[in-house]
């Protein structure tokens, strides 16, 4: 196949079926349409609430240990308040 008989064949095919979604078919709703009629619902005013909770042995340089993830956060704690964890053993 030459490369202007596959420009010639890609050219029919996006004649035929590249905007389909555009013009409905055989009087059913085109996809634009069905789209217009069910638009996205607006994001969250908050986050989806989700906790994790580990028991993780803590090294003395306050490093935790998550195999086979990689991490990297913040652990923000504001003083006076309850302590984020007691290890005591």
């Given at each position: 196949?030459?490369?202007?008989?596959?420009?010639?064949?890609?050219?029919?095919?996006?004649?035929?079926?590249?905007d389909n979604g555009c013009a409905p078919a055989d009087g059913k709703a085109s996809v634009i349409t069905v789209a217009a009629a069910e638009p996205l619902r607006p994001a969250p005013a908050l986050p989806f609430p989700a906790t994790l909770a580990l028991t993780r042995v803590v090294s003395t340089q306050a490093l935790v240990s998550f195999p086979r993830l990689t991490i990297q956060g913040r652990i923000d704690h504001q003083l006076p308040s309850k302590p984020v964890h007691k290890c005591c053993h």
């Open positions: 196949m030459t490369v202007e008989q596959a420009q010639q064949l890609l050219d029919s095919w996006c004649a035929k079926r590249g």
